[in-house]
């Protein structure tokens, strides 16, 4: 995803380092290549120019105390990988576990996100580790969402709580309540309860999401947005938090090749951590995301 701006970075910290001894002119052609480089990759301009006036500002800095001969192009590359780590939401977050099992996390997003086979991969990732997750298909909107969350329980051996047909029929908000009250009796550690999308966001997609959220009263809700459909990502991302709100973000898609503008913009602007990513079909095709070793990809 990130192949473009990775080589327009890389483009500009080569002519940094073929100039020895850096000037004031070099640092401030420098941040305007790595202005035109986010921006085309679609990173919200908000974003865009807080890095590039912070890097500008900490490099022009650091300027008088480089010492000659020394690489003064690496002290600004650490200047900038460390503001990249910051806008990608600084150290990674893990999941807050419940004191009292189970541990409730809520998916939302949009229709076409990939939430339900996220929500597969967040069962076996946490099954991996010891956890006994439940799947819980909340989703009755969509064609075949309750069946594809059954198959994609059936392959990984989750069990799925999916006592309605889903296809317009059934109350999503008694499906997740009652979910929790079984879970708890079952004594599963874990319940991950899958929402309803829409193919953009309205009013009843906003309450059906907020229904669900009073009704099971989640440790952790978690926004889904695909990180291929650029600066929309944002938008939507703070529609729903305004409407439902969520304690972080997974990316899915990452294996795409969109220019990356939703992963260096959402963190930032939402103030809320990026938790997961996704980047494959396979349900193994996910892990934690660390901003850490995103920025040293870029």
């Known amino acids: 995803m990130f192949d473009s701006l990775s080589s327009k970075f890389s483009g500009a910290f080569a002519s940094l ?7 004031s002119a070099d640092i401030e052609a420098t941040s305007s290549e790595l202005r035109a480089a986010l921006l085309e990759s679609d990173v919200e301009l908000s974003v865009v120019e807080n890095f590039v006036s912070t890097i500008r500002e900490k490099s022009l800095l650091a300027l008088p105390d480089l010492q000659p001969g ?15 780590i910051e806008i990608l939401g600084g150290n990674a977050r893990r999941i807050r576990f419940a004191k009292n099992p189970p541990t409730i996390i809520m998916l939302a997003g949009l229709q076409g996100a990939g939430k339900t086979t ?3 991969k967040l069962a ?3 099954l991996d580790k010891g956890e006994t997750p439940l799947l819980v298909a909340s989703d009755l909107q969509r064609p075949n969402a309750v069946t594809q969350l059954k198959v994609v329980g059936e392959s990984i051996g989750i069990p799925v709580f999916a006592p309605e047909p889903g296809n317009g029929i059934g109350d999503p908000v008694t499906v997740a309540r ?24 309205d009013a009843e997609l906003m309450k059906e999401a907020a229904d669900i959220r009073d009704a099971v009263s989640p440790n952790e809700i978690l926004f889904v947005i695909d990180s291929m459909v650029g600066q929309d990502a944002v ?6 938090q305004e ?3 969520f304690d972080g973000v997974v990316l899915t898609k990452l294996d795409g090749d969109s220019r990356g503008g939703a992963a260096l913009s959402i963190a930032h602007v939402t103030g809320k951590p990026i938790m997961f990513s996704s980047n494959g079909e396979k349900l193994d095709d996910f892990d934690i995301f660390y901003p850490d070793r995103m920025a040293s990809r870029i």
Request: hydrophobic content about 45%; overall charge positive.
């Open 124 to 126: 076996k990732f946490y």
């Open 235 to 240: 938008r939507t991302a703070q529609a729903f």
């Open 243 to 245: 409407g439902v709100g």
């Open 17 to 23: 380092r073929s100039k020895g001894r850096l000037s």
């Open 118 to 120: 996220l929500a597969g």
């Open 178 to 201: 009652d979910a929790i009250s079984f879970a708890t009796s079952k004594l599963y550690s874990m319940v991950i309860v899958d929402t309803a999308g829409r193919l953009g966001v």
């Open 70 to 84: 020394s690489n003064q192009a690496q002290v600004i590359f650490e200047i900038v990988n460390t503001e990249l």
